[in-house]
């Protein structure tokens, strides 16, 4: 009986160490698209500007405001 436990204590520790892996893989991923977005955001903002010039007049300036920094 006591073997059968180790065999499942040895399967969740390698289930364990799997997910961990992957989240290491996800947090790795959304560093990269958070460093990305900030490298980007300031010539987005530009175009943004750029073009709400030539859009109607009925779009409130409030929503015309730059995008969000995700520093925190």
Request: proline share 4%; aromatic share 6%; hydrophobic share 30%.
């Amino acid at each position: 009986m006591s073997e059968k436990i180790l065999e499942s204590l040895k399967r969740i520790e390698n289930r364990l160490e799997e997910i961990d892996r992957k989240c290491e893989d996800v947090t790795t991923h959304a560093n990269f698209v958070q460093s990305v977005y900030e490298t980007i955001r300031a010539p987005l903002d530009f175009i943004t500007g750029y073009v709400s010039t030539y859009m109607p007049t009925a779009i409130e300036d409030s929503d015309r405001s730059s995008l969000p920094s995700l520093k925190k």
